[in-house]
């Protein structure tokens, strides 16, 4: 009998006990993938579908808004390497989902966006159904790849191709569509149970060849001024002991991307953090493990990189385009970076290899204590009201008592003052905006963490930023996750100063002046507290991270600090014509 042909009409009265249907069949595909968690907002068509998955045990966290729950997804999978799981309603539910699943897919975190949709015969035809819209078409440029299942007797290897194309190879986004007649379809449920199909090794290691392992050892046994650049492919890699291996033999100064903080500690003697411009420029020999050369690094050229032609890359990746996306890369090491950390590990590991020559390592050494030096003043400051410095040299404080909590940051100034100023010590703890620098995945990316590792979490968010998804603090208190927010408040986006040329409105850039962002999170039923100083501030935090309630605190910040679009103000159009 043809899989269709076993599909029994929901309409033939049958005895249930026999039977399976669509909700169930797409409940028991995950479960068997050891999926346990869904992120979603519920609604027609798959409201009854998040209800029976927690009645079968999983754990299903409700948002408020979708763009919120994707993002927790994609951060999920970040986290876990297993893809993270977001169902939305259709049309416009999907439509909000969809943001977070193209950023996923930038980033490289694996999730599957899962929405309901309408009717397949009334879309096609454009007879307007309720929430009428072809989803799958819209979705196919955006993510990496994208299935409609119409049978449920396909639902088993509908789930499993998602699951298979987010984690193997480059992760990325995998958009399912499952129409909301294909819930109800009924099947026999033994025929059920045997259409699952339970994935099998879904990421394959991928060995690198051992003539390009070779290459790239003879270019960096050469160099003289070696330099190891960590991206967040290499912290979701989960090789951290291979990393921190082939670092601390080989000597090399390494330099973290944003999110691979932490995967070797920010104080660690190699670490090359606070000498950033120096190593990128000097550097001879470059190995990129996990981090694309793209705006973050300046594309490999220009002023940051130093003299055009001083420099040899070698890539370590797991998406063989990425070779040369930039510039030359001279030594492509294609292959999974567990596999190819480990190739390059036991070369350096040879009784011959050469340590990095001195000079290169104290004129790097003594880069990074001069900067270190000149910032700690500014940290050190009991301002009031705050300036950034002076509220991150208190949390930086907190985190490094707290090695454990993962701290999720977006902004402009809260993200780039953050980020250089708060070390991290543990793999995988910094979350942020990641490769669009995109504002609103603060509370996404928080409660997700929370839920995922049950860890604590501090969330550290600019005004603005926190906005965009400021409503779950709803979720968080729902929940009751040991999530602590801290709203750096400078009344505005960049800082608090812009007007109105007429004064007839505000600036485009300020917000309500003196907000209590601290009085939404009361309103749940969670803690809210005002602080003015960095002493209070970090009473604040350290009371919120030992009780673990939900907490929100309003940090007042000078709205004369920040500067326009934080460290990227370059990116800003200038207009030449200037009207009187
Ligand atoms: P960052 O922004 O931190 O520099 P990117 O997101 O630019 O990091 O780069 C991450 C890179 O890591 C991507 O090119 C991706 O293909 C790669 N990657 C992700 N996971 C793996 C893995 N397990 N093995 C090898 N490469 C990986
Ligand atoms: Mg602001």
């Keep these: 009998m043809s899989a269709v042909a076993q599909i029994i009409d929901n309409s033939v009265e049958a005895d249930t006990q026999d039977l399976t249907d669509g909700f169930h069949l797409v409940i028991d595909a995950l479960k068997l993938n050891g999926i346990d968690t869904i992120y979603g907002v519920p609604g027609i068509p798959i409201t009854d579908l998040g209800r029976m998955a927690q009645a079968e045990g999983i754990r299903v966290i409700s948002f408020r808004h979708e763009q919120n729950a994707g993002n927790a997804a994609a951060i999920a999978g970040f986290l876990t390497k297993k893809p993270g799981i977001c169902l939305t309603v259709s049309a416009p539910g999907f439509l909000n989902g969809l943001t977070a699943l193209a950023n996923a897919t930038t980033n490289c975190f694996p999730m599957i966006l899962i929405s309901g949709s309408s009717e397949r015969e009334?879309?096609?035809?454009?007879?307007?159904?309720?929430?009428?819209?072809?989803?799958?078409?819209?979705?196919?440029?955006?993510?990496?790849?994208?299935?409609?299942?119409?049978?449920?007797?396909?639902?088993?290897?509908?789930?499993?191709?998602?699951?298979?194309?987010?984690?193997?190879?480059?992760?990325?986004?995998?958009?399912?569509?499952?129409?909301?007649?294909?819930?109800?379809?009924?099947?026999?449920?033994?025929?059920?149970?045997?259409?699952?199909?339970?994935?099998?090794?879904?990421?394959?290691?991928?060995?690198?060849?051992?003539?390009?392992v070779k290459r790239a050892l003879d270019l960096l046994k050469d160099a003289k001024r070696p330099l190891i650049v960590l991206g967040k492919g290499a912290a979701y890699a989960q090789a951290d002991d291979e990393i921190r291996d082939l670092v601390e033999k080989s000597g090399i100064p390494f330099l973290p991307m944003s999110m691979a903080k932490g995967l070797l500690p920010d104080t660690h003697p190699q670490s090359a953090g606070a000498a950033r411009s120096l190593v990128l420029k000097d550097a001879d020999v470059v190995v990129l493990i996990g981090a694309r050369l793209n705006w973050l690094l300046s594309h490999g050229k220009g002023k940051t990189w130093g003299e055009p032609g001083s420099k040899k890359f070698i890539q370590i990746d797991i998406e063989p385009r990425e070779m040369d996306s930039n510039v030359e890369i001279a030594a492509p090491l294609v292959g999974d970076i567990g596999s190819c950390v480990s190739a390059l590990l036991e070369g350096v590991s040879a009784g011959d290899w050469p340590a990095p020559p001195a000079e290169w390592v104290s004129t790097v050494n003594s880069r990074k204590e001069a900067n270190i030096a000149k910032m700690a003043p500014r940290l050190l400051k009991n301002s009031t009201p705050m300036d950034f410095h002076s509220a991150l040299g208190a949390l930086r404080t907190i985190i490094k008592e707290r090695p454990e909590t993962i701290l999720v940051n977006e902004g402009a100034n809260t993200l780039d003052l953050a980020r250089g100023i708060i070390d991290m010590y543990q793999p995988r703890k910094r979350l942020d905006v990641g490769t669009w620098g995109v504002m609103g995945i603060g509370m996404g990316f928080a409660i997700a963490a929370a839920v995922e590792t049950g860890k604590p979490v501090l969330a550290v968010e600019g005004d603005s930023a926190f906005g965009f998804s400021g409503m779950e603090v709803e979720t968080v208190c729902r929940y009751n996750l040991p999530v602590c927010v801290v709203v750096f408040n400078n009344n505005g986006i960049y800082r608090g100063t812009d007007s109105d040329p007429h004064g007839r409105d505000p600036g485009t850039t300020v917000f309500v002046k003196d907000s209590r962002y601290d009085k939404m999170m009361e309103a749940f039923g969670g803690v809210g507290v005002n602080v003015t100083t960095p002493h209070e501030l970090s009473r604040a935090v350290n009371a919120a991270l030992d009780s673990g309630r939900p907490t929100l605190i309003n940090a007042v910040i000078d709205p004369e600090a920040g500067s326009e679009s934080g460290n990227i103000g370059s990116l800003n159009p200038q207009s030449v014509v200037k009207k009187k």
């Design 122 to 212: 009334i879309v096609d035809l454009q007879q307007g159904d309720y929430e009428e819209m072809d989803q799958l078409a819209i979705a196919k440029p955006l993510c990496k790849a994208a299935f409609r299942v119409l049978h449920a007797a396909d639902i088993g290897i509908g789930v499993a191709r998602a699951i298979r194309a987010a984690v193997s190879g480059r992760p990325g986004g995998v958009y399912l569509d499952l129409p909301a007649k294909l819930f109800s379809q009924v099947m026999d449920a033994d025929a059920g149970a045997k259409s699952l199909v339970k994935v099998i090794d879904p990421a394959p290691a991928q060995l690198p060849a051992p003539a390009a």
